[in-house]
């Protein structure tokens, strides 16, 4: 997924960061989504399981705070915590914001909803609804609305919001607001 110029940069880069927020922009699912360990899409981040691992222990052996993934359209919408360690599981190093498409459907069928919110380190998932994800960010919190449309086939669609998920500053922990 990176060449070694690019971890090395990605690694330096983090390293040398001054910002309040540690954004890493992404176009595939981060965080484990394997099935009982069985890779489901060698085009995401688990076709480079190892890759993955040393990215999250070098986030988590430099204490890199406040770092937030934001994945882009995979036709589903989750919040994952992101953990260094054996499958995903130990030091809390993330959180990973994956949006969903605003338009087109979906491509896994919401039957499986319970399947991925069982996955240890997500924290929601959603595969009915299209829509977007709406970030305000203070020095303090990043907070994440995921809003949804009624209708993709209607313009005028009501959005309302699904959900919304937290990360205070310092803590590299994502929960969902009550």
């Not at 040393?54 to 359209?73: C, E, F, K, W």
């Not at 499986?112 to 919190?141: C, I, M, N, Q, W």
Request: no cysteine; glycine share 8%.
């Amino acid at each position: 997924m990176l060449g070694d110029e690019q971890e090395t940069w990605l690694f330096d880069t983090l390293a040398a960061s001054t910002a309040a927020w540690n954004v890493i922009g992404n176009q595939v699912v981060f965080a484990d989504a394997t099935l009982n360990g069985a890779v489901l899409n060698y085009d995401q981040w688990d076709g480079y399981p190892l890759e993955r691992a040393r990215i999250m222990q070098h986030l988590a052996d430099s204490g890199v705070p406040n770092v937030v993934v934001l994945t882009g359209d995979i036709h589903l919408a989750a919040v994952a915590q992101l953990r260094a360690g054996d499958r995903g599981l130990g030091t809390p190093v993330g959180a990973e914001f994956i949006t969903t498409s605003i338009s087109s459907k979906g491509l896994i069928s919401d039957e499986f909803t319970d399947v991925l919110k069982s996955y240890p380190h997500l924290v929601d998932a959603e595969l009915t609804h299209r829509g977007y994800v709406l970030h305000s960010v203070t020095a303090e919190r990043w907070t994440a609305d995921y809003r949804i449309v009624t209708d993709i086939t209607n313009a005028d669609s009501e959005v309302t919001t699904l959900g919304t998920y937290v990360v205070e500053a310092g803590t590299n922990l994502v929960t969902k607001a009550s």
